[in-house]
């Protein structure tokens, strides 16, 4: 006779441990990609009376960039818990602020070199995410789901 404790419960369409742990080097480079946005963000409110450093393009930059890496932020976590739209969105999200974050460190002279440095650390951090979350087995992983 076994015990009420050892008959392991199936997994059901909310128990989040399937995709949580799966996703949680995913969550740290969110995590990650937030606070390098975050940050800046807050450089750039420190220094405003400097023209020469922020200007209207780089306050229009971090602005856009902080939010989108909420939202990201956002979606890895409902991905993680196991949503299937928060997933699509994730991948979406990053793939798209990827090669934003290419053309803004691509074209010469519109920002500031130490914000093409900055935004060149987020799109290593979105790449690393793009490839997790497009990879055969976190696809499988929410196709089962």
């Known amino acids: 006779m076994t015990s009420p404790a050892a ?6 369409a909310s128990d989040p441990a ?19 946005s975050v940050a800046t963000l807050v450089a750039v409110f420190l220094l405003r009376d400097h023209a020469d450093v922020v200007d ?17 932020c956002t979606f890895a976590v409902g991905a993680a818990r196991g949503s299937r739209r928060a997933f699509l969105r994730l991948r979406i999200v990053t793939a798209v602020m990827t090669a934003a974050v290419a053309v803004i460190v691509a074209l010469p ?6 914000l093409r440095i900055e935004q060149s650390v987020c799109g290593l951090l979105l790449l690393a995410v793009v490839r997790l979350v497009n990879g055969r087995e976190m696809r499988a992983l929410f196709r089962s789901r």
């Not at 008959?7 to 059901?12: G, K, L, R, Y």
């Not at 393009?57 to 939202?71: D, E, K, M, N, P």
């Not at 002279?109 to 130490?114: C, M, N, T």
């Open 109 to 114: 002279g519109l920002f500031p070199v130490w």
């Open 56 to 72: 209207d393009a780089v306050w229009t930059r971090t602005v856009i960039v902080a939010g989108s890496a909420a939202l990201t």
């Open 18 to 36: 399937p995709t949580g742990g799966a996703l949680r080097p995913v969550r740290r480079l969110v995590g990650g990609y937030l606070a390098l």
């Open 7 to 12: 008959v392991p419960e199936p997994a059901s």
